[in-house]
């Protein structure tokens, strides 16, 4: 198994631009989520698909952050405009029901 | 409510025995123990059900008293590959079910 896979695993881009982080989850799990990691407020879920519908997106900081999980095996993440102050390491983990989560390698986001 | 880890940081030598915890100020369904190493994403190590017995594998096994709202991971004879940040991830119960959130990290240094 491939583990959970995300693309691109590092991101520069300017302020203003639009960002797109890729998470294809573990094949056959049915929970998907998005973190955010900053050494300010650690590991913050942002929001969670199961069986590709959102269940909870309160931890999304505003309107310029939308995600999306048009079929079981893609995740978007999608950042418009992007600010300095998302810069961050970005996270997608899967989990089988609501077991263990899987992490993927993370989108380290640098925006200046 | 970010649940509250302790301590902050650990240094230990090798085949010393340490103990993290982790505080909530709710109730909780279960509780999650990750392991991440710098500059890789976070790996999961044990998971404790509401109801259910201490888990164990290896020299590391954990606890989980629901009346406390607590729970600790024991490390013991630690090795040198135990170094990492250690971060608990806590679920309530209900509709926020499969959701976790996770206390601020607990640094674990193994020296030689």
């Known amino acids: 198994d491939a583990g959970v896979i995300q693309s691109p695993r590092h991101e520069v881009t300017e302020m203003g631009q639009e960002v797109t982080l890729r998470c294809k989850p573990i094949?056959?799990?049915?929970?998907l989520f998005w973190y955010r990691q900053t050494m300010m407020r650690g590991l913050e879920l942002l929001i969670y698909f199961n069986n590709n519908v959102p269940i909870d997106d309160s931890g999304m900081p505003e309107d310029r952050f939308s995600a999306k999980m048009p079929n079981a095996s893609f995740s978007t993440l999608k950042i418009q405009p992007s600010e300095p102050r998302d810069s961050a390491v970005y996270f997608c983990a899967s989990s089988l029901m609501k077991g263990e989560q899987y992490f993927g390698p993370g989108t380290r986001l640098t925006v200046t | 409510q970010q649940p509250v880890q302790s301590p902050q940081a650990v240094i230990l030598r090798e085949g010393e025995d340490a103990v993290i915890n982790c505080s909530s100020s709710k109730a909780l369904y279960s509780v999650h123990w990750y392991r991440q190493k710098h500059g890789e994403a976070p790996v999961f190590l044990m998971i404790l059900l509401k109801g259910g017995e201490q888990k164990g594998h290896d020299k590391i096994s954990a606890s989980f008293n629901e009346k406390k709202q607590q729970s600790s991971l024991y490390l013991t004879a630690s090795q040198l590959s135990y170094s990492g940040t250690y971060f608990c991830?806590?679920?309530?119960?209900?509709?926020?079910?499969?959701?976790?959130?996770f206390g601020q990290g607990t640094i674990l240094t193994v020296h030689p």
């Open positions: 991830g806590t679920a309530a119960g209900g509709t926020s079910y499969g959701k976790l959130t």
């Open positions: 094949s056959g799990h049915d929970y």
